[in-house]
T-cell receptor, first 110, second 113 residues
Framework: AQSVTQPDIHITVSEGASLELRCNYS??????LFWYVQSPGQGLQLLLK??????LVQGIKGFEAEFKRSQSSFNLRKPSVHWSDAAEYFCAVRMNKLTFGKGTLLTVNP | KAGVTQTPRYLIKTRGQQVTLSCSPI?????VSWYQQTPGQGLQFLFE???????NKGNFPGRFSGRQFSNSRSEMNVSTLELGDSALYLC????????????FGPGTRLTVL
């Protein structure tokens, strides 16, 4: 069965610092990969996706993610975090249904 | 283009009752999926509908059911509510079923007392 692991439950960074959120997936083939962000009480907003091709994908709000097939990873990065980036981030894989990781809560210190 | 809309946004029910939630997908999208989000279990897939047919189903009891109408709008129903059904129910739409990117609505917060 497909699974997604986000090893970090909670990450705290200072505003302006760089950010990397980790995601590993387990699946026989390369699934479609996504990162979503959720603010409190809100639905999920799609940040970026990987279907095929270039392994470095750009998303909205200055986020990017790199797909590494050998490591079954799809880590999310941002060079400089803004206070408004504080939210919960979910990595997901899709092969018929979306399977989500447990999420990483990001706190941004001023 | 309007996003995915869900009604109602908040709902309070008591154990044993039933509830119906509604979802209107993005215009042109024919696939609608439902997810349950709880603090303990996280985001879990309920089912997906495409062209009025259920294409995929998650591991939920038969009390959870859904349907899709010819205009792609979808409803999900939960019968005989239990306390553990308290959750945020999210609807997502996509143009295609199975592999396409999904866009989420704001969710319906269901509280079962």
């Amino acid at each position: 069965a497909q699974s997604v692991t986000q090893p970090d439950i909670h990450i705290t960074v200072s505003e302006g610092a760089s950010l990397e959120l980790r995601c590993n997936y387990s699946y026989g083939a390369t699934p479609y990969l996504f990162w979503y962000v959720q603010s409190p009480g809100q639905g999920l907003q799609l940040l970026l996706k990987y279907f095929s091709g270039d392994t470095l994908v750009q998303g909205i709000k200055g986020f990017e993610a790199e797909f590494k097939r050998s490591q079954s990873s799809f880590n999310l990065r941002k060079p400089s975090v803004h206070w408004s980036d504080a939210a919960e981030y979910f990595c997901a894989v899709r092969m018929n249904k979306l399977t989500f990781g447990k999420g990483t809560l990001l706190t941004v210190n001023p | 283009k309007a996003g995915v809309t869900q009604t109602p946004r908040y709902l309070i029910k008591t154990r044993g009752q039933q509830v119906t939630l509604s979802c209107s997908p993005i215009s042109g999208h024919r696939s609608v999926s439902w997810y349950q989000q709880t603090p303990g279990q996280g985001l879990q897939f309920l089912f997906e509908y495409f062209s009025e047919t259920q294409r995929n189903k998650g591991n939920f009891p038969g009390r959870f059911s859904g349907r899709q109408f010819s205009n792609s709008r979808s409803e999900m129903n939960v019968s005989t509510l239990e306390l553990g059904d308290s959750a945020l129910y999210l609807c997502a739409s996509s143009f295609l079923a199975g592999m396409d990117e999904q866009f989420f609505g704001p969710g319906t917060r269901l509280t079962v007392l």
